[in-house]
């Protein structure tokens, strides 16, 4: 029996964490915005037309001058529809050496001018709890558009889950500058099952064109599910039950 008390625990403990990590799932879909219908580097398109510069970004939906763009050309204007943004690459070596590259999870990123024709990226996200936590956390930064000079020094992301609105903390830019990645966490309630997501860009004064970068959107519930708590209740009590049998 004294041998059998330490592969019980780790069972426990294995089966408590298998059940966290499902109750853990993220409940945005393509929040890495991999997923296109036309490409990328392109204008998110909107309403009922197609242009061979716009693409869908699927399960999301967008209004105003928003982008997604490959993160292997974010900022080299070789790219024949890119959006180029002012980096170590733009106009092939020739522009500032700001940092500007990659995102922390690697792939497409999300640009939003949000002085241009701004609006926002939304998507119904549904499986919620109403009366739960869930955090919402994501990669975002700021960067400018090459061919244009000028500080932008407000940039920020006005987040909304249903009715419920907050916002990132604000990053100032330099004229052809780039902020850096940050990494945002914040907690919202649900209020019902399925809820809007939305991001909007938001900033002053405008330098042109200022756009805010967003990559590595997850929702996931902030507290353990009934069936964790439940897994970890019995966990604890088989191991109490051992440790008492060792003991006797």
Request: glycine fraction near 12%.
């Amino acid at each position: 029996m004294r041998n059998l008390f330490p592969v019980l625990a780790l069972s426990a403990a294995a089966a408590l964490s298998a059940t966290t990590a499902q109750a853990s799932s993220n409940l945005v879909k393509n929040g890495d915005f991999e997923l296109t219908s036309n490409g990328t580097s392109k204008q998110l398109n909107e309403g009922n037309y197609d242009r061979n510069d716009r693409t869908y970004l699927t399960d999301w939906s967008s209004k105003g001058y928003n982008f997604v763009l490959n993160g292997n050309n974010i900022d080299d204007t070789n790219a024949p529809t890119a959006l180029a943004l002012w980096g170590p690459n733009s106009y092939s070596g020739r522009g500032p050496q700001n940092g500007l590259g990659v995102s922390p999870t690697g792939g497409n990123v999300l640009a939003a001018d949000w002085d241009y024709f701004p609006g926002p990226v939304t998507q119904q996200v549904s499986g919620l709890i109403p009366g739960q936590a869930y955090t919402l956390s994501f990669s975002y930064g700021a960067g400018q558009q090459v061919g244009f000079r000028g500080d932008n020094l407000v940039n920020y992301w006005d987040v909304s889950l249903g009715n419920s609105k907050q916002h990132t903390t604000s990053l100032a830019n330099v004229s052809q500058g780039f902020t850096g990645w940050h990494q945002a966490s914040m907690t919202f309630t649900a209020t019902n099952s399925s809820e809007l997501l939305s991001f909007m860009a938001k900033g002053s004064p405008s330098g042109a064109p200022p756009f805010m970068l967003l990559d590595g959107v997850s929702l996931v519930s902030a507290v353990p599910e009934p069936s964790t708590w439940g897994m970890l209740i019995g966990g604890l009590a088989l191991l109490g039950f051992m440790a008492r049998r060792r003991k006797g």
